[in-house]
T-cell receptor, first 113, second 114 residues
Framework: DVKVTQSSRYLVKRTGEKVFLECVQD?????MFWYRQDPGLGLRLIYF???????EKGDIPEGYSVSREKKERFSLILESASTNQTSMYLC????????????FGDGTRLSIL | GDSVTQMEGPVTLSEEAFLTINCTYT??????LFWYVQYPGEGLQLLLK?????DKGSNKGFEATYRKETTSFHLEKGSVQVSDSAVYFC?????????????FGDGTTLTVKP
């Protein structure tokens, strides 16, 4: 079974801090994704990557950056955390091809105080 | 662009009731269609999928048929259980889409009461 592991289930940080969320997948998937999930807003794509060192902006990239130095690891960075970035963050991975499902981690619930 | 519209929730049913969650889509290419389920405190997991018109996906008693003529992929289950309480997401992934990006519906919360 594919496993997508997010480094923290719960995280509390302060406004202005630089925050790193880490995601690792163990199935050699080419594609990796970061979403945020907020009540009433569904899933919103922040960034995705289709190869090592490659990244593309999703629907809401402002205030975020990403890093993919190795195929299995995709990091989401909040450059200067703000309270409106309090949310559930979900990482996913998939193999190449439009008929492949995404595999999700269990999420990181991030609170910015 | 691609879009997915799901039946608004929340949906509350009694155990053993019949479930339908409606999903319609718009896509420019030849999408594959998916249903994901999210249990409390967890990420999304694939429930079922269909990759071409008239395909039926099924898993754990849930079914959905890819209807190209009505651009729909409605989720059904004949007899729900309390353990089916979760959020259900309809999604599509278009063959022409870069890197396997998916478009998700807003999710439908299902609560099943004993």
């Amino acid at each position: 079974d594919v496993k997508v592991t997010q480094s923290s289930r719960y995280l509390v940080k302060r406004t202005g801090e630089k925050v790193f969320l880490e995601c690792v997948q163990d199935m050699d998937h080419e594609n990796m994704f970061w979403y945020r999930q907020d009540p009433g807003l569904g899933l919103r794509l922040i960034y995705f990557s289709y190869d090592v060192k490659m990244k593309e902006k999703g629907d809401i990239p402002e205030g975020y950056s990403v890093s993919r130095e190795k195929k299995e690891r995709f990091s989401l960075i909040l450059e200067s955390a703000s309270t409106n970035q309090t949310s559930m963050y979900l990482c996913a991975s998939s193999s190449t091809g439009g008929n492949q499902p995404q595999h999700f981690g269990d999420g990181t619930r991030l609170s910015i105080l | 662009g691609d879009s997915v519209t799901q039946m608004e929730g929340p949906v509350t049913l009694s155990e053993e009731a019949f479930l339908t969650i409606n999903c319609t889509y718009t896509a420019t290419g030849y999408p594959s269609l998916f249903w994901y389920v999210q249990y409390p405190g967890e990420g999304l997991q694939l429930l079922l999928k269909a990759t071409k018109a008239d395909d039926k996906g099924s898993n754990k008693g849930f079914e959905a048929t890819y209807r190209k003529e009505t651009t729909s992929f409605h989720l059904e289950k004949g007899s729900v259980q309390v353990s089916d309480s979760a959020v259900y997401f309809c999604a599509l992934s278009d063959w022409g889409t870069n890197a396997g990006k998916s478009t998700f519906g807003d999710g439908t919360t299902l609560t099943v009461k004993p």
